[in-house]
């Protein structure tokens, strides 16, 4: 039986809604769901991801495969503070639960720009486990952004179980 698809992450996919030839780049893969939701949604485009982990990248790496036999899907360890594309750049940036962008993020959000197309976007992805502590990380992670070269487009919300889901959408500013 395949595995259940966490809620938090079919709703990431539902909001990033990949163009089928988005060159998208997933920052903290862990497993590989969500890489493998937006892979499937893709033509012609990538999919990027990385993780600091190795354990999580051989765990990804095995769930997604056929996307990566098929060209579709390339996952490396990396951090992302230190990760070099070779000048490639990315139309969409995504990160779920990757928690230093709500605490100290001034090195990754450096490294988000640096592989972002000027006309890419960034989505910040939370799922706290209170509702109440929802907008507080949104705000948070809104006054990291602005201090850090981006410009908060908007801000999207769901319930997730007795939680809450947060995304923030960021361009460079
Ligand atoms: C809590 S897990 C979330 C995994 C996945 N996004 C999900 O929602 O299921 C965070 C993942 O991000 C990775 N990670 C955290 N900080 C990172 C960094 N600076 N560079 C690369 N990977 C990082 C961790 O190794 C871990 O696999």
């Known amino acids: 039986m395949a595995d259940k698809v966490p ?15 988005d060159r998208i780049l997933e920052i903290g893969c862990g497993h590989g769901v969500l890489l493998s939701l937006l892979a499937d949604r893709l033509t012609s485009g990538t999919i990027t991801a ?8 051989a765990a990804a790496t095995k ?7 098929s060209g ?7 951090e992302l503070s230190a990760a070099d594309f070779k000048g490639r750049l990315f139309d969409k940036i995504v990160a779920v639960r990757v928690n230093v962008f ?9 490294a988000v720009r640096r592989l972002l197309e000027p006309s890419g976007l960034f989505y910040l ?3 706290p486990p209170s509702p109440t502590q929802a907008e507080p990380i949104a705000a948070k992670l809104t ?17 997730i179980g007795a939680g809450k889901g947060v ?3 960021a361009e460079p500013s």
Do not use: Y
């Open 7 to 21: 809620d938090r992450l079919s709703w990431a996919a539902e909001v990033v809604a990949p163009g089928p030839a």
């Open 50 to 57: 990385l993780d600091r982990s190795d354990k999580m990248v």
């Open 63 to 69: 769930r997604n495969a056929p996307h990566i036999a």
């Open 72 to 78: 579709k899907a390339v996952i490396r360890q990396a």
């Open 102 to 110: 709500w605490m100290d993020p001034a090195r990754e959000l450096a």
């Open 125 to 127: 992805f939370f799922d």
């Open 143 to 159: 006054a990291n952004l602005e201090s850090n070269g981006f410009r908060v487009l908007r801000k999207a919300f769901t319930v």
């Open 167 to 169: 995304c923030v959408v």
